[in-house]
C-alpha cells in the first residue's frame, strides 16, 4: 500500500526501554481510532523514550527518533490561510532563542512568550510521527498550535543526489544543515512522499534535520525519508539526538 501511494505521489516530485514515567493525565477521548478506550493521556501508544544508542530507519527508510518541543500556541481558526508567504513567515519568526542555531537536548526547557516549552526525545512507534497524540498525551494544547522537531542523520559516507521527501498535516518547513529543503503550504493530509526536495549531497557525519509543522483544526503529523536518485530510500544511516 505504501508502495502505490508512493508511486502516485513521486509525480509530484518537487514542491517549491524504560517506561514514559510523568507522561499520563486523566481523560477520555478517542480521536484517531488506534485505541478503543483512550482513559489516560499517555505517550506509550505511539512514542518510546529515545535510547542513547543511535537507531536506524525503519526498514522503508522512515526516521522514527525526533526531539520534538511541546506546541507553541499559534491560534488559526482555519488550515487554509496556509499560503508560501504565511507560513514562511510564521517560520522565520523567532519564537525562542537559538531556534535556528543551538540543537536542543532531551528534557531543555525554553521559553516561547510566556510559554514554557521542553523538548522531548522519542522514538515513534510508527512510520509517520503523530503530533496530535504528543501534545495530547503531554496534556497540552492541540489545535491551533506549531511544533518544533530536529534530529540528526548520521552517514559513514558522503551521499550524493539524495533527495528529502517529507510528508506533513497541515503546512510545514524542513531545513538540512542550516539550508531551507522543503516547503510545504495549504490544507493538506499527510501524505508519504508529499514534496520531495531538490538533489542534494548527503555529509559523511553528522547532518541536522530542523522542521516546523502548523496546523489550526484537525490532526497533525509528519514523516520524513531520505531517497536516492532511483527514488529508493536510503536505509544506511542512522539517527540520534544528540
Not at 481523560?27 to 536506524?56: C, I, M, Q
Not at 481558526?77 to 508560501?84: K, M, P
Amino acid at each position: 500500500m505504501r508502495r502505490q501511494i508512493y508511486l502516485l505521489a513521486i509525480s509530484f516530485l518537487i514542491c517549491g526501554g524504560p517506561g514514559l514515567q510523568g507522561y499520563s493525565a486523566t481523560s477520555g477521548s478517542n480521536v484517531d481510532g488506534k485505541v478503543k478506550s483512550d482513559t489516560a493521556r499517555s505517550l506509550e501508544g505511539y512514542f518510546t523514550p529515545a535510547a542513547s544508542s543511535a537507531k536506524r530507519p525503519d526498514p522503508e527508510g522512515f526516521i522514527q527518533r525526533w526531539l520534538l518541543l511541546e506546541p507553541i500556541s499559534k491560534p488559526n481558526r482555519s488550515n487554509t490561510v496556509f499560503t508560501d508567504s504565511y507560513i514562511r513567515k510564521a517560520f522565520e519568526t523567532e519564537y525562542f532563542p537559538g531556534q535556528f542555531t543551538v540543537f536542543p537536548k532531551d528534557r531543555q526547557k525554553v521559553k516561547a512568550g510566556t510559554q514554557e516549552l521542553m523538548w522531548h526525545s522519542l522514538d515513534s512507534k510508527d512510520f509517520n510521527v503523530k503530533l496530535y497524540r504528543f501534545a495530547y498525551g503531554l496534556g497540552k494544547e492541540t489545535y491551533g498550535v506549531l511544533f518544533w522537531t530536529a534530529t540528526i542523520v548520521n552517514s559513514t559516507r558522503e551521499l550524493r543526489n539524495v533527495r528529502m521527501a517529507v510528508g506533513s498535516n497541515s503546512a510545514s518547513m524542513w531545513w538540512l544543515n542550516g539550508k531551507e529543503a522543503v516547503i510545504l503550504s495549504g490544507d493538506r493530509r499527510m501524505v508519504m512522499d508529499d514534496c520531495v526536495s531538490k538533489s542534494f549531497t548527503l555529509n559523511r557525519g553528522k547532518n541536522v534535520i530542523r522542521g516546523a509543522i502548523i496546523n489550526g483544526p484537525g490532526m497533525s503529523d509528519f514523516c520524513v525519508r531520505f531517497l536516492d536518485e532511483k527514488g529508493q530510500p536510503v536505509k544506511d544511516l542512522t539517527i540520534s539526538y544528540e
